[in-house]
């Protein structure tokens, strides 16, 4: 089994698998734990939560919050390109799982980075294409995501920041995958060798 790429590699999709299982299943329950609800629809349409004392987890410095995203990864906005932006995040959740694919026989490091990548991709993607229909508040491909990790780094100045945003599974999924091929760089297979074109016969 070790010695067969295609079971190797059905082992990165299933990392994949499960870690968008855990950010979904985060994401819910955040939702229930601060008591969310929606009022109005489209994009008039606004959250409330009963509980609005975030949870401290590491002190003052990291909590569970709960905020809705309708941009991509860390709060940053998108804009009234959203159908856009939920469309292009289907295409970019296809294209990384045929990349993965292709990778089936490259360095573990580069598998194991386009794996969280995808998961990442995919776990947000979930909440842009359904979750305005599950919480009734958008049409499908309307929906925003749920960021709930808050890391409270106070007087930080970073790209015109004044505090770190909110995040969520999937964001950091996608983070630890870009390091994963930054630390494996060299190991990243050029795009003949992943898409090799049949020699022509000699005349």
């Not at 905020?67 to 296809?94: D, R, W, Y």
């Not at 359904?130 to 409270?152: C, E, Q, S």
Request: proline residues 3%.
């Amino acid at each position: 089994m070790a010695n067969n790429p295609k079971k190797r590699i059905s082992l990165f999709f299933l990392i994949s698998s499960i870690l968008i299982i855990i950010d979904q299943i985060s994401k819910f329950l955040i939702y229930q734990y601060f008591g969310v609800s929606h009022i109005g629809y489209g994009e008039n349409a606004y959250y409330t939560r009963n509980l609005y004392t975030d949870i401290n987890i590491i002190g003052e410095i990291v909590k569970f919050t709960y905020v809705e995203n309708a941009g991509i990864a860390f709060g940053i906005g998108f804009g009234p390109f959203k159908i856009i932006l939920s469309l292009f995040s289907i295409l970019a959740g296809v294209l990384l799982s045929i990349y993965l694919y292709k990778l089936k026989n490259n360095h573990w490091g580069i598998k194991t980075g386009i794996s969280l990548i995808l998961a990442g991709a995919v776990g947000n993607l979930v909440d842009r294409v359904f979750y305005g229909v599950i919480f009734g508040y958008a049409d499908i491909f309307y929906g925003k995501v749920i960021d709930f990790i808050l890391v409270d780094i106070p007087d930080i100045s970073f790209l015109n920041l004044k505090y770190w945003p909110v995040f969520n599974v999937a964001d950091s999924c996608v983070t630890v995958g870009v390091l994963f091929l930054l630390i494996f760089y060299k190991h990243i297979p050029s795009f003949k060798e992943l898409f090799p074109t049949k020699k022509e016969n000699p005349e």
